[in-house]
């Protein structure tokens, strides 16, 4: 049968399904299923479960739920009422500097939970009402948590980092690593544009925090980001695989929750347990899933196809360069940025390197675009969250986090045309 009718067959029924609101696991076993059937009129379905096994069969991988288990023993410790404090009192007597702490706070919540869904509950719990309550429009706080929580997946560590380098088969370290400029730049040209919406609208500020009330909240918040400096720091000296970091991470913060703070009960620390579990077994089912699509996707050797047709494109390598991104961008405006770095990574990282870039600087092009698509309409989950939080139109929302949208767009562009800016840490690293 033809390379383009199984395609059709493939894509046709997946998309089919994705229109029903089948869950995306069960889209990818169903799509691959039919496509079996109707390609070659017999398959033996021993197959399916087989493929998807062997997908989530990786060493690392077992660092996803011990990153998982470990930001939600961390949330149900009051981290993120510590992680405002610290930054309201640095950044609150600013003009703007409510929306700045949440920007802050969003990126900071990135180093224990390095989930954006999660990240826009989180904060927005915290910080949309108070914005509300300081004067701030409800669609203008909304939007600005939607957006500012996308910064959550790319500073390390990252759960999309790890299904990236999963996928695509490079190192997590090196992705944690290469991480950490792109989210403190967007996190930067975000808190850039509340400057200017602060003087444009007189947005207010604080009373000015004293020294004292400043080493007070730095002492409340330092062990909070004491986890990153842990993982990220202990690959970079080679005292960690990514998966032992992670292991870290999780004793680290039960020391933390526990005897730290003694925040966390036996209660709390079950109900960490059970989310986490729920959390990972969704999402090792997706990683399955998408193991098992993109066989279909490796036999048909689209990947090869792709990249040949890059490669041979007569165009210069800024112009792929922006389809590339364009693509990208839909992708995540439709799918969870999980299953869209499963599907995508193993076709497009041999792709560009087909066209001389590093794995590295892919994995973040890849990572940010589909980050970016949580907080794009029609499907992006945070908009929806935040908006629900914050009791207003979801039209609002979405015009209000447009500039914030475009600040993302900026720093992407700046990791897509200057590879310097990822690979600082490593140059730092003498590497």
């Known amino acids: 049968m033809s390379s383009l009718f199984s395609g059709i067959i493939l894509f046709g029924s997946f998309f089919l399904f994705l229109a029903l609101s089948v869950p995306i696991a069960f889209v990818l076993v169903v799509s691959t299923v039919s496509y079996a059937l109707l390609s070659t009129g017999a398959v033996n379905l021993a197959l399916v479960p087989q493929r998807i096994i062997y997908g989530i069969n990786s060493f690392t991988l077992l660092c996803l739920p011990f990153f998982v288990l470990a930001g939600n023993i961390m949330n149900h410790g009051g981290i993120t009422m510590r992680l405002v404090r610290f930054a309201r009192a640095f950044v609150g007597h600013i003009r ?17 939970s390095g989930s954006a869904v999660a990240g826009t509950a989180a904060v927005g719990s915290l910080m949309i009402p108070a914005m509300k309550k300081e ?11 939607s957006v500012a929580s996308t910064c959550a997946p790319i500073i390390p560590p990252s759960l999309a980092f790890v299904i990236y380098g999963a996928a695509a088969k490079v190192s997590v370290g090196d992705m944690f690593i290469a991480g950490v400029i792109p989210g403190i730049l967007m996190g930067c040209l975000m808190m850039c544009v509340v400057y200017f919406f602060a003087l444009r609208r007189g947005f207010t500020k604080e009373e000015k925090s004293s020294w004292a009330e400043r080493w007070e909240a730095t002492k409340q918040a330092l062990p909070c980001i004491g986890l990153p400096l842990i993982v990220v720091g202990g690959i970079m000296m ?6 032992e970091a992670a292991a870290a991470a999780v004793l680290y913060s039960l020391f933390l929750s526990v005897i730290v703070y003694r925040s966390v009960t036996l209660k709390d620390l079950w109900k960490s347990l059970i989310d986490s579990a729920i959390d990972s077994g969704t999402v090792m089912l997706i990683v399955g899933g998408c193991y098992l699509f993109g066989w279909v996707i490796s036999n048909e050797r689209w990947a090869v196809k792709l990249t040949d047709a890059l490669v041979s494109m007569s165009a210069p390598l800024f112009i792929k360069l922006i389809l590339i991104n364009l693509v990208l961008l839909v992708v995540g405006m439709f799918m969870d940025s999980a299953p869209a770095i499963m599907l995508i990574a193993p076709i497009l990282a041999p792709a560009m390197e087909g066209l001389g870039l590093d794995p590295i600087q892919t994995g973040m092009i890849v990572c940010m675009n589909l980050t970016i698509g949580l907080s794009t309409p029609p499907v992006g989950v945070c908009l929806y969250s935040a908006t629900n939080i914050s009791k207003c139109k979801f039209g609002e929302t979405v015009k209000e986090a447009m500039p914030f949208i475009l600040a993302s767009l900026a720093a992407l562009g700046c990791i897509t045309y200057i590879p310097v800016l990822s690979k600082i840490p490593f140059l730092l690293m003498g590497r």
């Open 96 to 112: 703007g500097g409510l929306a700045m702490v949440d920007v802050l706070v969003c990126m900071m919540f990135g180093t224990v």
């Open 135 to 145: 004067g701030y429009t409800p669609g203008f706080a909304a939007g600005l948590t």
């Open 238 to 243: 080679g005292w960690f695989t990514p998966t």
